[in-house]
Nanobody
C-alpha cells in the first residue's frame, strides 16, 4: 500500500525551471526520509536531494546546490523538487524514494532507499 508517484517532468530549455512532485500514500512523511534521485542513459543513479523525516533539514548534491530546492507539503503528503537554472546535464529520469526513519538525517545513497516511484522524465534542451 506504500506508493510514491512522481509527476511534473517535461521538456524545458536551458535556464528554465520545473517543479517535480512526489505524492506519497500509505505512510506519513514524518515516518520516512525522502530522497530525489536521477538517472541518465548510460550513467549510474545519483542522489540529487533528500529531506529529513522532520522536514527540517535537507541535503543536496554539489551539482545542484543553489539551483534545486526540496520541500514538502504535509497536508498533501507530497514532496517537491523545485529545479531552477536547468542545464542540459540535468536531463534524466527523476525518481523519488523513501526509507523508514531511523535517524533524522538523510543520505544521498540510492541503495539505502527501499521504496521507489516510477520516475518522471526531465529533458533540458534547446
Amino acid at each position: 500500500q506504500l506508493q510514491l508517484v512522481e509527476s511534473g517532468g517535461g521538456l524545458v530549455q536551458p535556464g528554465g525551471s520545473l517543479r517535480l512532485s512526489c505524492a506519497a500514500s500509505g505512510f506519513t512523511l514524518d515516518d520516512m526520509k525522502i530522497g530525489w534521485f536521477r538517472q541518465a542513459p548510460g550513467k549510474e543513479r545519483e542522489g540529487v536531494s533528500c529531506l529529513s523525516s522532520s522536514g527540517g533539514s535537507a541535503n543536496y548534491a554539489d551539482s545542484v546546490k543553489g539551483r534545486f530546492t526540496i520541500s514538502r507539503d504535509n497536508a498533501k503528503n507530497t514532496v517537491y523538487l523545485q529545479m531552477n537554472s536547468l542545464k542540459p546535464e540535468d536531463t534524466a529520469i527523476y525518481y523519488c524514494a523513501a526509507v523508514p526513519r531511523i535517524t533524522s538525517m538523510c543520505v544521498l545513497n540510492a541503495v539505502r532507499y527501499g521504496y521507489w516511484g516510477q520516475g518522471t522524465q526531465v529533458t533540458v534542451s534547446s
